[in-house]
């Protein structure tokens, strides 16, 4: 990951002047910093639109990307139990500048935010509804979904990075759960990235979940979505969902087998892990101790599977 350091940032200031530019008729403007994510900055706009930045060259490509899914889901007339943003501005980039989106604003907070790490137990069935509708969207070549060029589910691309990632949040951690996650990647086979066969968000964890008096109500930040391995989305199960509510989702989903499991265990090793270091990096405890959560619980379910 990069550093701090080596991305654009921008204040509200710079961000209400080119948003000014592009769209006048949002003026008078009330703009506010609401969040930075690995590759963006999110402002609101009026407090009915949130303007993503790219931060960096993949910024742009994901913020590009998240506009066209979320423009095909429209036109697809996408019903999920959970909202989701609704593409509305699109400007070009100055010259030397990214070009930014506005969507829909998601009032809430983000999952990471909330003090009960389990809060997601109250939302199985409409997470499973969700996932399965996602899964099950009649995706072909004319939608144009990025494929998984990055080999998300690759433990033999993947496994060097998770190393590195454990040796930066390691002092962060329980000693156990470092211990299971070194026991883990030690032997952990170096699998190639499974075939794709669904269109997924790719990157749901606690800093892309929106709540709302402690209901679980928006799905945002969809630049990672492609066309790819159902596992990548199922990963959320592992990290944030008690075990013992994980056959009562599956039975709403559908059956899935072990080798799926297994890889969506991967996914949320993998994601927690990340997640924690840009935690670590950026001094966001909050989302450390989510990241912490999921990674305990994943590593768990690994350890219990594991030992018959």
């Not at 095909?72 to 989701?84: D, G, H, V, W, Y």
């Not at 799926?260 to 001094?283: H, I, M, N, P, T």
Request: net charge negative.
């Amino acid at each position: 990951m990069r550093s701090q350091e080596e991305r654009t940032e921008m204040t509200e200031r710079e961000a209400e002047r080119r948003v000014r530019r592009a769209f006048p008729e949002l003026s008078p403007m009330k703009v506010r910093h609401v969040g930075t994510g690995f590759d963006t900055n999110v402002f609101s706009v009026n407090d009915c639109y949130v303007f993503r930045f790219p931060r960096q060259e993949k910024g742009r490509d994901a913020l590009l990307n998240e506009n066209h899914v979320l423009q095909l889901l429209q036109r697809m007339e996408f019903q999920a139990p959970f909202s989701l943003p609704e593409p509305v501005f699109s400007a070009e980039g100055e010259p030397g500048k990214f070009p930014f989106v506005g969507f829909s604003y998601l009032p809430g907070r983000e999952l990471a935010s909330e003090a009960d790490v389990d809060l997601l137990a109250r939302h199985v069935d409409e997470i499973a509804t969700f996932l399965r509708s996602l899964h099950s969207l009649p995706v072909d070549s004319s939608w144009e979904l990025e494929p998984d060029t990055l080999l998300r589910l690759s433990a033999k691309k993947r496994r060097s990075m998770m190393y590195e990632c454990l040796e930066e949040i390691a002092p962060y951690c329980e000693e156990e759960t470092a211990a299971h996650m070194e026991e883990y990647l030690d032997t952990l086979p170096e699998w190639e990235n499974p075939p794709s066969s669904v269109l997924v968000h790719g990157d749901l964890h606690p800093k892309n979940l929106i709540t709302q008096n402690g209901k679980l109500t928006g799905i945002i930040d969809w630049g990672d979505a492609h066309y790819g391995h159902p596992a990548s989305d199922l990963a959320l199960l592992y990290q944030a969902v008690p075990k013992e509510l994980h056959a009562r989702f599956f039975r709403q989903y559908g059956e899935v087998n072990a080798e799926v499991k297994e890889l969506a265990v991967f996914k949320a090793v993998f994601v927690s892990s990340a997640l924690a270091r840009y935690a670590v990096q950026f001094d966001e405890p909050h989302v450390l101790r989510w990241c912490h959560a999921g990674l305990t619980r994943a590593l768990g379910i690994w350890k219990e599977d594991t030992a018959y």
